[in-house]
C-alpha cells in the first residue's frame, strides 16, 4: 500500500511547508525512500529543501493530462521531490471549467501510483508527503482525493482554528469518493515554549471542534525564531541545524583566535536546536505510529467484509 499523507489548512503560516520538509527530511535520515511533492503555486518548500526553484508546469501537465512526472532525485539521501511553482495557479480554473464541460482531469493518484524510487522499479516510495496550499481548495480536493492520510497543522489563533475546520469539511467531503482516506491527527505549531496554559486551552478546544474524530498529536512544534531564520537561510532542516551549531561555534572560535571579523550572515543566530530537532523527531515518530495504526484498521475492515 503507498502511504501518502497530506499536510493541510485553510490558512496559511500554519506550518505546513516546514512540517512536510521536517517529517520528510528524517524519514528519509531514518531510511525511508521519501518523496515530497509540493502542491503550492508559491512553491516555498524548496526554500526547506533548498533545490531550485520550478513552475510547477510539470506537475500541472501531470494532473491534467497524465503526463509523466521526473521527481529531482536524491534532494536528500533516500529524498526525491516534485517541485511546485506557478503555473499550479492555472489548476483550478481548468479543473472547474472541464467540470462545467462535463469533462474530467487525470488526478494526481493516477500521477503518483507511476512514480518509483530510482533503482527500485517494481516498488513503491515507503513514504510520500504533500505539502497543500492554503487558499486553492480545488488543488486541496486533488490532493485529498489522492492521499490516505491528512495531517493538520494549526497554530493557536482564531483564523488557524477557521482555517482547521474548513479543511475538515474538505476532509469529509473527500471520504465519499476515498473512503480510505484517514485524519491522523492535529499538530500544534509554532508554540512557545513554557506556554502550557495555552496549550491546554487550544487542545480543548480542538477536541470539542474535532468531536474524537482525530486525536491532537502529544508534540508540539515550539517557536524559535532564530532556529527559523538560520533554517531557511542555510536550507537546513532541524535535525540538520542540530548537527551544524557544534561546527559554526568552532568556526568562530577559530576566527577569534585569527583576530577575523565575521560577516551579517556568516555566523549561526541559534545555538541550541536541540529542541526544535527533538520536537521535529517526537513528532515523526507519532505520525508514523498512527499512519501504522490507520493501515491496521483498514486491514481489519477489509478482513471483515470479506
Not at 32 to 60: I, K, M
Not at 238 to 254: F, Y
Not at 278 to 305: H, I, K, M, P, Q
Request: charged content about 25%.
Amino acid at each position: 500500500m503507498r502511504r501518502v499523507v497530506a499536510i493541510a489548512n485553510g490558512k496559511g503560516g500554519v506550518g505546513k511547508t516546514s512540517l512536510t520538509a521536517g517529517l520528510a527530511g528524517l524519514a528519509a535520515h531514518a531510511g525511508f525512500r521519501v518523496l515530497t511533492v509540493d502542491a503550492d503555486p508559491q512553491g516555498n518548500l524548496r526554500r526547506d529543501l533548498g533545490y531550485e526553484a520550478s513552475d510547477g508546469a510539470e506537475l500541472c501537465n501531470a494532473i491534467l493530462r497524465g503526463s509523466a512526472l521526473a521527481p529531482l532525485r536524491a534532494v536528500r539521501p533516500n529524498l526525491d521531490c516534485i517541485a511546485g511553482g506557478a503555473a499550479l495557479h492555472d489548476l483550478a480554473p481548468t479543473v472547474v471549467g472541464r467540470g462545467m464541460r462535463g469533462e474530467t482531469v487525470v488526478g494526481l493518484g493516477a500521477a503518483l501510483a507511476a512514480l518509483r524510487p530510482e533503482g527500485h522499479d517494481h516498488e513503491h516510495y515507503d513514504l510520500i508527503l504533500i505539502d497543500t496550499p492554503p487558499g486553492e481548495p480545488v488543488i486541496q480536493d486533488l490532493v485529498l482525493a489522492a492521499a490516505n492520510h491528512l495531517v493538520i497543522p494549526t497554530r493557536s489563533d482564531e483564523a488557524s482554528l477557521d482555517g482547521l475546520e474548513a479543511v475538515a469539511d474538505r476532509f469529509a467531503a473527500a471520504k465519499t469518493t476515498n473512503p480510505d482516506l484517514a485524519l491522523l491527527g492535529v499538530v500544534l505549531f509554532g508554540m512557545r515554549s513554557g506556554s502550557t496554559r495555552l496549550q491546554a486551552s487550544v487542545r480543548d478546544t480542538l477536541e470539542e471542534m474535532l468531536g474524537g474524530v482525530a486525536p491532537v498529536f502529544t508534540t508540539v512544534i515550539r517557536y524559535v525564531e532564530t532556529a527559523a531564520v538560520d533554517m531557511r537561510r542555510r536550507g537546513l532542516l532541524p535535525h540538520e541545524l542540530e548537527v551544524e551549531q557544534p561546527k559554526a561555534q568552532s568556526a568562530i572560535l577559530d576566527r577569534l583566535r585569527r583576530r577575523e571579523k565575521a560577516t551579517s550572515t556568516q555566523d549561526l543566530l541559534n545555538r541550541n536546536a536541540s529542541g526544535i530537532a527533538g520536537d521535529y523527531e517526537a513528532l515523526a515518530s507519532e505520525v508514523l505510529d498512527a499512519v501504522n495504526a490507520a493501515e491496521a484498521r483498514l486491514a481489519s475492515t477489509e478482513e471483515v467484509t470479506r
